[in-house]
């Protein structure tokens, strides 16, 4: 997995997308009954303890941003978003998510 590089404002940040936009509303019911889940101009928050995952569809993709104060915490919400949704799409033998720093 990818990481990014702290920003100006020390919170790390990094995105990847998924080829099927069909798992936003599991990711939303599995996580709405652990965390915070909240939509917001047409986007998933997902409110980790360790940081924010913005999840957003467009066409047929699903796009996912993470934020978080620390690079370990970054790590771990992406380890906790990635290994959900590809748990979620095992049918489609999906392949591990690469994740681009911003």
């Known amino acids: 997995m990818l990481v990014a590089n702290s920003s100006q404002d020390d919170t790390s940040r990094t995105e990847t997308k998924f080829r099927s936009a ?3 509303a599991t990711m939303a019911n599995h996580f709405s009954r652990k ?3 909240t939509e ?5 928050h997902l409110q980790f303890i360790c ?3 913005v999840l957003r569809v ?3 993709t699903l796009h996912i941003r993470i934020e978080a104060p620390s690079k370990e915490e970054m790590q771990q919400t992406c380890q906790a978003v990635e ?4 748990r979620f799409a095992f049918r489609e ?10």
């Open 22 to 24: 069909g798992y936003l």
């Open 58 to 60: 467009t066409e047929n």
């Open 93 to 102: 033998e999906p392949e591990p998510l690469v994740w681009c720093d911003l």
């Open 83 to 86: 290994s959900h949704l590809l």
């Open 40 to 44: 917001v101009e047409g986007a998933l």
């Open 35 to 37: 965390i915070e889940v």
């Open 51 to 53: 940081g924010l995952a």
